[in-house]
Protein backbone atom coordinates (compact mmCIF):
# COMPACT_ATOMS: atom_id res chain seq x y z
CA UNK A 1 0.00 0.00 0.00
CA UNK A 2 1.25 3.52 -1.13
CA UNK A 3 1.33 6.98 0.85
CA UNK A 4 -1.13 9.02 -1.19
CA UNK A 5 -0.03 12.04 -2.69
CA UNK A 6 -2.52 14.85 -1.48
CA UNK A 7 -1.44 16.62 -4.48
CA UNK A 8 -2.14 14.23 -7.15
CA UNK A 9 -6.10 13.23 -8.52
CA UNK A 10 -8.52 13.52 -5.82
CA UNK A 11 -7.81 12.12 -2.80
CA UNK A 12 -10.59 9.87 -2.20
CA UNK A 13 -10.01 8.43 -5.61
CA UNK A 14 -6.71 7.79 -4.66
CA UNK A 15 -7.46 5.69 -1.69
CA UNK A 16 -9.98 3.93 -3.39
CA UNK A 17 -7.62 2.57 -6.13
CA UNK A 18 -4.94 1.54 -3.31
CA UNK A 19 -7.39 -0.46 -1.31
CA UNK A 20 -8.86 -1.79 -4.32
CA UNK A 21 -5.58 -2.77 -6.51
CA UNK A 22 -4.32 -4.39 -2.90
CA UNK A 23 -7.22 -6.10 -2.73
CA UNK A 24 -7.04 -7.26 -6.55
CA UNK A 25 -3.25 -7.90 -5.86
CA UNK A 26 -4.03 -10.47 -2.67
CA UNK A 27 -2.24 -8.28 0.01
CA UNK A 28 -6.24 -8.37 2.02
CA UNK A 29 -7.65 -11.36 1.95
CA UNK A 30 -11.54 -12.43 1.69
CA UNK A 31 -13.28 -11.98 5.20
CA UNK A 32 -10.14 -9.62 6.21
CA UNK A 33 -10.47 -7.06 8.27
CA UNK A 34 -9.53 -3.45 7.02
CA UNK A 35 -8.71 -1.47 10.21
CA UNK A 36 -8.99 2.16 9.75
CA UNK A 37 -6.58 3.47 11.96
CA UNK A 38 -3.89 1.41 10.02
CA UNK A 39 -5.16 2.11 6.95
CA UNK A 40 -5.51 5.87 8.14
CA UNK A 41 -1.58 5.93 9.01
CA UNK A 42 -0.40 3.82 5.94
CA UNK A 43 -1.65 6.43 3.36
CA UNK A 44 -1.46 9.70 5.15
CA UNK A 45 -4.97 10.41 4.72
CA UNK A 46 -8.16 11.03 7.45
CA UNK A 47 -10.47 8.87 8.87
CA UNK A 48 -13.23 10.92 7.02
CA UNK A 49 -11.86 10.73 3.50
CA UNK A 50 -10.92 6.98 4.22
CA UNK A 51 -14.87 6.18 5.01
CA UNK A 52 -15.61 7.85 1.87
CA UNK A 53 -14.32 5.47 0.15
CA UNK A 54 -14.89 2.62 2.36
CA UNK A 55 -18.60 3.91 1.09
CA UNK A 56 -17.52 3.55 -2.51
CA UNK A 57 -16.26 0.23 -2.04
CA UNK A 58 -18.63 -1.48 -0.86
CA UNK A 59 -21.25 -0.22 -3.32
CA UNK A 60 -18.96 -1.80 -5.74
CA UNK A 61 -19.01 -5.09 -3.93
CA UNK A 62 -15.33 -5.17 -2.90
CA UNK A 63 -15.66 -4.56 0.94
CA UNK A 64 -18.54 -5.56 3.11
CA UNK A 65 -19.83 -3.70 6.55
CA UNK A 66 -19.98 -6.27 9.28
CA UNK A 67 -21.86 -5.56 12.45
CA UNK A 68 -19.83 -5.68 15.68
CA UNK A 69 -16.32 -6.17 13.32
CA UNK A 70 -16.10 -3.08 10.98
CA UNK A 71 -15.38 -3.40 7.38
CA UNK A 72 -13.86 -6.52 5.93
CA UNK A 73 -13.02 -7.65 2.18
CA UNK A 74 -15.78 -9.51 0.73
CA UNK A 75 -15.87 -13.23 0.23
CA UNK A 76 -16.89 -14.49 -2.98
CA UNK A 77 -18.98 -17.58 -3.05
CA UNK A 78 -19.64 -20.22 -5.83
CA UNK A 79 -23.26 -18.68 -6.38
CA UNK A 80 -21.25 -15.01 -6.69
CA UNK A 81 -18.97 -16.27 -8.86
CA UNK A 82 -21.02 -18.35 -11.41
CA UNK A 83 -22.96 -15.55 -11.90
CA UNK A 84 -19.84 -13.07 -12.17
CA UNK A 85 -18.32 -15.39 -15.26
CA UNK A 86 -21.82 -15.98 -16.95
CA UNK A 87 -21.75 -11.78 -16.96
CA UNK A 88 -18.39 -11.54 -17.78
CA UNK A 89 -18.57 -14.60 -20.83
CA UNK A 90 -21.74 -12.53 -22.29
CA UNK A 91 -20.33 -8.82 -22.09
CA UNK A 92 -16.75 -9.81 -23.40
CA UNK A 93 -17.99 -11.83 -26.25
CA UNK A 94 -20.42 -8.83 -27.39
CA UNK A 95 -17.35 -6.45 -26.89
CA UNK A 96 -14.71 -8.80 -29.06
CA UNK A 97 -17.85 -9.50 -31.91
CA UNK A 98 -18.36 -5.86 -32.02
CA UNK A 99 -14.47 -5.17 -31.34
CA UNK A 100 -14.02 -7.58 -34.98
CA UNK A 101 -16.48 -5.30 -37.00
CA UNK A 102 -15.77 -1.66 -35.86
CA UNK A 103 -12.53 -1.36 -34.40
CA UNK A 104 -10.56 1.18 -36.67
CA UNK A 105 -7.03 0.09 -37.57
CA UNK A 106 -5.73 2.47 -34.54
CA UNK A 107 -8.04 0.39 -32.30
CA UNK A 108 -6.13 -2.89 -33.62
CA UNK A 109 -2.52 -1.20 -33.37
CA UNK A 110 -3.77 -0.36 -29.68
CA UNK A 111 -5.44 -4.37 -28.66
CA UNK A 112 -1.70 -5.68 -30.52
CA UNK A 113 0.44 -3.89 -28.21
CA UNK A 114 -2.26 -4.28 -25.10
CA UNK A 115 -1.68 -8.12 -25.78
CA UNK A 116 2.16 -7.48 -26.24
CA UNK A 117 2.21 -6.03 -22.87
CA UNK A 118 0.05 -8.26 -21.07
CA UNK A 119 2.35 -11.30 -22.19
CA UNK A 120 5.40 -9.71 -21.00
CA UNK A 121 3.61 -9.20 -17.94
CA UNK A 122 2.74 -12.63 -17.34
CA UNK A 123 6.63 -13.48 -18.12
CA UNK A 124 7.95 -10.90 -15.38
CA UNK A 125 4.82 -11.76 -13.24
CA UNK A 126 5.04 -7.87 -12.62
CA UNK A 127 2.66 -5.26 -13.79
CA UNK A 128 -0.29 -8.06 -14.26
CA UNK A 129 -2.65 -5.92 -12.67
CA UNK A 130 -2.22 -2.88 -14.82
CA UNK A 131 -1.65 -4.92 -18.32
CA UNK A 132 -4.84 -6.80 -17.51
CA UNK A 133 -6.78 -3.56 -17.69
CA UNK A 134 -5.22 -2.18 -20.33
CA UNK A 135 -5.84 -4.80 -22.69
CA UNK A 136 -9.29 -4.63 -21.35
CA UNK A 137 -9.95 -0.77 -22.02
CA UNK A 138 -8.32 -1.33 -25.88
CA UNK A 139 -11.05 -3.80 -26.10
CA UNK A 140 -13.96 -1.63 -25.06
CA UNK A 141 -12.28 1.55 -27.30
CA UNK A 142 -12.45 -0.55 -30.38
CA UNK A 143 -16.20 -2.14 -29.70
CA UNK A 144 -17.52 1.18 -29.11
CA UNK A 145 -20.77 0.22 -26.77
CA UNK A 146 -21.06 2.19 -23.76
CA UNK A 147 -23.03 0.48 -21.49
CA UNK A 148 -21.74 -2.92 -21.98
CA UNK A 149 -17.83 -1.44 -21.08
CA UNK A 150 -19.21 0.10 -17.74
CA UNK A 151 -20.90 -3.12 -16.94
CA UNK A 152 -18.02 -5.00 -17.35
CA UNK A 153 -15.46 -2.42 -15.79
CA UNK A 154 -17.89 -3.10 -12.42
CA UNK A 155 -18.03 -6.47 -12.47
CA UNK A 156 -14.20 -6.33 -13.00
CA UNK A 157 -13.79 -4.70 -9.83
CA UNK A 158 -15.90 -7.88 -7.97
CA UNK A 159 -14.33 -10.57 -9.77
CA UNK A 160 -10.14 -9.13 -8.63
CA UNK A 161 -9.84 -11.34 -6.26
CA UNK A 162 -11.35 -14.48 -8.36
CA UNK A 163 -8.49 -13.17 -10.97
CA UNK A 164 -5.88 -13.09 -8.17
CA UNK A 165 -6.82 -16.84 -7.45
CA UNK A 166 -7.04 -18.29 -10.75
CA UNK A 167 -3.60 -16.58 -11.62
CA UNK A 168 -1.73 -18.69 -8.88
CA UNK A 169 -2.56 -21.77 -10.44
CA UNK A 170 1.22 -22.01 -12.71
CA UNK A 171 -0.47 -23.61 -15.60
CA UNK A 172 -3.30 -20.51 -15.96
CA UNK A 173 -1.02 -18.08 -17.28
CA UNK A 174 0.34 -19.85 -19.97
CA UNK A 175 -3.22 -20.74 -20.84
CA UNK A 176 -4.51 -17.42 -20.79
CA UNK A 177 -2.49 -15.38 -23.02
CA UNK A 178 -2.57 -18.49 -25.50
CA UNK A 179 -6.40 -17.45 -25.51
CA UNK A 180 -6.14 -13.85 -25.28
CA UNK A 181 -3.95 -14.02 -28.55
CA UNK A 182 -6.52 -16.27 -30.50
CA UNK A 183 -9.10 -13.84 -29.65
CA UNK A 184 -6.43 -11.29 -31.34
CA UNK A 185 -6.16 -13.28 -34.44
CA UNK A 186 -9.70 -13.43 -34.60
CA UNK A 187 -10.04 -9.78 -34.38
CA UNK A 188 -7.41 -9.43 -36.82
CA UNK A 189 -8.65 -11.30 -39.35
CA UNK A 190 -12.28 -8.96 -38.77
CA UNK A 191 -14.21 -12.54 -37.68
CA UNK A 192 -16.84 -11.30 -35.44
CA UNK A 193 -17.97 -14.93 -35.18
CA UNK A 194 -14.49 -16.43 -33.95
CA UNK A 195 -13.63 -13.25 -31.78
CA UNK A 196 -16.60 -14.04 -29.94
CA UNK A 197 -15.77 -17.31 -29.57
CA UNK A 198 -12.54 -17.03 -28.40
CA UNK A 199 -13.62 -14.53 -25.78
CA UNK A 200 -16.37 -16.92 -24.42
CA UNK A 201 -13.91 -19.92 -23.78
CA UNK A 202 -11.29 -17.14 -22.33
CA UNK A 203 -13.99 -16.97 -20.07
CA UNK A 204 -15.21 -19.88 -19.20
CA UNK A 205 -12.33 -21.42 -19.16
CA UNK A 206 -10.74 -19.07 -16.10
CA UNK A 207 -14.14 -19.81 -14.47
CA UNK A 208 -14.16 -23.21 -14.51
CA UNK A 209 -10.66 -23.12 -12.40
CA UNK A 210 -12.41 -20.28 -10.28
CA UNK A 211 -15.50 -22.36 -9.57
CA UNK A 212 -13.24 -25.91 -8.85
CA UNK A 213 -10.38 -23.55 -6.28
CA UNK A 214 -13.56 -22.54 -4.54
CA UNK A 215 -14.88 -25.11 -4.67
CA UNK A 216 -11.86 -27.25 -2.93
CA UNK A 217 -11.46 -24.36 -0.49
CA UNK A 218 -14.81 -24.23 0.98
CA UNK A 219 -14.70 -27.43 3.10
CA UNK A 220 -10.75 -26.28 4.07
CA UNK A 221 -12.75 -23.11 6.11
CA UNK A 222 -15.77 -25.19 7.13
CA UNK A 223 -13.29 -27.17 9.40
CA UNK A 224 -11.10 -24.30 9.48
CA UNK A 225 -8.28 -25.90 7.99
Known amino acids: MVRIAAAAAPLRQQVVSAVRD ?3 EGRYLPG ?98 DAKRAFYEALMGGADHDLAASMLRSIQLRASQLRNMTLSDPDRARHSIAEIRQLLKAVKK ?5 AQAAAHRHVQNAGALALRLLERAAPQAASGG
Open 22 to 24: AVA
Open 32 to 129: ERLVERELCELMGVSRTCLREALRELENDGIVTSVPNRGVVVSTIGLRDAREIYEMRAMLEGLLAERFARLASSAHLAALEQAVETLAEAYDSGSGLL
Open 190 to 194: RDPIA
